[in-house]
T-cell receptor, first 113, second 114 residues
Framework: DSGVTQTPKHLITATGQRVTLRCSPRSGDLSVYWYQQSLDQGLQFLIQYYNGEERAKGNILERFSAQQFPDLHSELNLSSLELGDSALYFC????????????FGAGTRLSVL | AQSVTQLDSQVPVFEEAPVELRCNYSSSVSVYLFWYVQYPNQGLQLLLKYLSGSTLVKGINGFEAEFNKSQTSFHLRKPSVHISDTAEYFCAVSESWGAQKLVFGQGTRLTINP
């Protein structure tokens, strides 16, 4: 158990809908990262938050947004969903200054039908 | 920007045989290197990391990797594999300063045959 909790484990929805994925980092970790894993793109970095502030952005679509709350949990919001958004979404957390060792949650599998 | 190339998409090996999974990276700055393992229907688990110091790093489950700066490689090895090592293995790199995102290779599927 990595200590990173992601909910829900599975999500099935329709095109055009909006969903929210939730992540609770390991106790004490201030950084949260979101990654997308798909068959064609592999594992891609989406966005990083550090102590509530956006720190870095990757190839995140404009339809996607994220935030980190004062209790350090994070949410990834995906809107106007398309078939191609079907993927496994991972959250990871790390402790600043710890060599950036990232610990991953079990992921949320999103299926857009 | 960094990039990672895992040279083999699939590696079949017999049980108790040695295995090497190859990883090359590209970066203009100093990096940290990682290997993660993903078992079927599970998340990513950290196998080992290179941050600094000794170029030979040991990880969990009997795996080790060697950082070779001149060849920009970080190959993963295990002297004797078990059926339970069947999984997808990912090599990843991040900058040691600045942006901390992980850049992953495409993964190597290790299949252990009895």
């Amino acid at each position: 158990d990595s200590g990173v909790t992601q909910t829900p484990k599975h999500l099935i929805t329709a095109t055009g809908q909006r969903v929210t994925l939730r992540c609770s980092p390991r106790s004490g970790d201030l950084s949260v990262y979101w990654y997308q894993q798909s068959l064609d793109q592999g594992l891609q970095f989406l966005i990083q938050y550090y102590n509530g502030e956006e720190r870095a952005k990757g190839n995140i679509l404009e339809r996607f947004s994220a935030q980190q709350f004062p209790d350090l949990h994070s949410e990834l919001n995906l809107s106007s969903l398309e078939l191609g958004d079907s993927a496994l979404y991972f959250c990871a957390s790390s402790l600043q200054g710890d060599g950036n060792i990232q610990y991953f949650g079990a992921g949320t599998r999103l299926s857009v039908l | 920007a960094q990039s990672v190339t895992q040279l083999d998409s699939q590696v079949p090996v017999f049980e108790e045989a040695p295995v090497e999974l190859r990883c090359n990276y590209s970066s203009s700055v100093s990096v940290y290197l990682f290997w993660y393992v993903q078992y079927p229907n599970q998340g990513l688990q950290l196998l080992l990391k290179y941050l600094s110091g000794s170029t030979l790093v040991k990880g969990i489950n009997g795996f080790e990797a060697e950082f070779n700066k001149s060849q920009t490689s970080f190959h993963l090895r295990k002297p004797s594999v078990h059926i339970s090592d069947t999984a997808e293995y990912f090599c990843a790199v991040s900058e040691s300063w600045g942006a901390q995102k992980l850049v992953f290779g495409q993964g190597t599927r290790l299949t252990i045959n009895p």
